[in-house]
């Protein structure tokens, strides 16, 4: 029992010098805003949407585009437009429409050669009671 208090008190004064050098705060300090990243991203971000993805690749042939958003039972329409970019000039875009609560779509946009893309989907999720914007946004470079 005498063991371990002593053991006990000789970690807490070996933490304790470990805490008051400056590079040790800087690194505690950096694990807290770790967890509050992770925190952030547990929260629910919308109300209506469940899930949301969206993945593209860019090669020679052009843009391959998956896009896949679920909405709780209450959403009604999902629409909006996919925009594609290339080096932050506008390239192309598509509009997308569903009368339900996903919307799951692959397609093809046209690539305007080697550079870094980005492509963006802006839309709305609507309910009989309301509607509330999505944006997603992905890169790629080719």
Same mark, same amino acid.
């Given at each position: ?7 006990? =008190? ?16 800087? =690194?505690?300090?950096? %694990? ?22 969206? #993945? =593209? ?8 585009? %998956? ?26 875009? $598509? ?25 963006? =989907? ?5 309910? $009989? ?10 890169? #790629?470079?080719?």
């Amino acid at each position: 029992m005498n063991i371990a208090k002593k053991l006990m =008190f000789s970690t807490m004064l070996a933490s304790i010098s470990v805490c008051s050098l400056s590079n040790a705060q800087v =690194f505690a300090q950096s %694990n807290s805003n770790e967890t509050i990243v992770i925190e952030n991203l547990i929260m629910p971000r919308y109300t209506y949407i469940v899930a949301s993805n969206l #993945d =593209f690749s860019v090669s020679s042939s052009g843009v391959s585009y %998956n896009l896949y958003i679920k909405g709780t039972s209450e959403v009604t329409k999902i629409s909006g437009t996919l925009t594609l970019y290339k080096d932050n000039t506008y390239v192309s875009s $598509k509009k997308v429409s569903e009368n339900s609560n996903k919307i799951d779509t692959s397609g093809t946009l046209t690539a305007s050669g080697r550079g870094s893309y980005k492509l963006v =989907f802006s839309g709305t999720v609507n309910t $009989k009671n309301g509607s509330e914007s999505i944006t997603l946004s992905e890169t #790629d470079s080719y």
